[in-house]
């Protein structure tokens, strides 16, 4: 059964001016292995903006909690490339409360826009 659906679409080049005009962010907003690929690279700006609409999509998906922090929602990378979510914190707690038990998670970008968009199920 599908509990939420959420999506966010965000501008790359304004989300990278923020990281540039505010170094700490990419800190308070991502994991530290949000923040890197699996081979340990720094992520790029669409590749991080992508993951910023996954967060926003998923809070979006159980109704905003109040009180939930950006890395409340980490994107993860499964064994076969497929992004997933790992939730602690406020939206773990939501999550539980509404029975969640699987998330379904789609990223996708370009040069000027990224998008998420993700299915709480139950």
């Known amino acids: 059964m599908i509990v ?3 999506t ?6 304004r989300f990278g001016e923020s990281l540039e005009r505010t170094p700490a962010l990419a800190e308070r907003v991502f994991t530290p292995a949000e923040r890197r690929t699996r081979d340990g690279a720094a992520r790029s700006v669409t590749s991080l903006a992508a993951r910023f609409a ?7 998906a159980l109704g905003v909690p109040s009180g939930c922090r950006f890395t409340d929602c980490e994107v993860v990378q499964a ?5 997933s979510l790992r939730v602690s914190g ?3 707690r939501a999550a539980e409360v ?3 038990t699987a998330w ?6 370009d040069a000027e826009m ?9």
């Open 8 to 13: 966010d679409l965000v501008g790359v080049v």
């Open 114 to 122: 990224a998008s998420a968009f993700v299915v709480a199920e139950a």
């Open 4 to 6: 939420g659906i959420g």
């Open 90 to 92: 406020r939206l773990a």
């Open 104 to 109: 379904h998670v789609s990223l996708t970008h």
């Open 98 to 100: 509404r029975g969640v």
């Open 79 to 83: 064994d076969d490339g497929r992004p």
């Open 54 to 60: 996954a967060k926003e999509a998923a809070a979006k």
